[in-house]
């Protein structure tokens, strides 16, 4: 089931080494091919900073994506997709309440994007598998699990693959 919006969050070159980045284009791609095919609006996020320069091969968005040129992008420069990007005044403007995260990374922009689309008072949405992160002192998965589980109930829809 398809929600108002797809958001597609730093899908970057400079990204590829997350856990899993391959499959979760492959993942990425099946949901931008079914907001496509119900006529629903796919928004992809950039980011911008010191380790994805602007105009950058690392900043731009990894070309497997099934990226359309009616798609609208985005820069942001801080975690949050919402703020001095005029995100939120588009989804107001166009009534799209409720809104899909996918990309990277889980504990910082992805986090950020459904606590602070939340308290603008949208429906946010992520499903398991659509979003990863690097290994450190916990893995991908835990650091996923983990968020999912604050997200769940509190911040957003969390659906299973």
């Known amino acids: 089931m398809v929600k108002d919006v797809l958001l597609v969050i730093d899908v970057q070159n400079g990204l590829q080494e997350a856990v899993g980045f391959n499959e979760l284009i492959d993942r990425i791609n099946q949901r931008i091919d079914a907001y496509l095919h119900t006529q629903r609006p796919v928004i992809f996020i950039q980011n911008v900073d010191s380790e994805l320069p602007y105009g950058s091969d690392d900043w731009q968005l ?8 009616s798609d609208r ?33 889980t504990e910082y922009c992805i986090d950020t ?17 659509l979003h990863t992160t690097f290994d450190g002192s916990l893995s991908a998965e835990q650091i996923s699990r983990h968020h999912e589980s604050i997200w769940n109930g509190s911040f957003a829809e969390v659906t299973n693959w």
């Open 113 to 129: 994007v459904i606590r602070v689309g939340h308290d603008l008072g949208f429906k946010m949405a992520i499903t398991h598998h």
């Open 73 to 105: 992008v985005m820069l942001k420069y801080h975690s949050d997709s919402f703020f001095e990007t005029g995100l939120a005044d588009l989804l107001h403007h166009r009534k799209l309440s409720s809104v899909e995260v996918c990309g990277l990374q």
């Open 62 to 69: 990894v070309k497997a994506l099934h990226h359309q040129s």
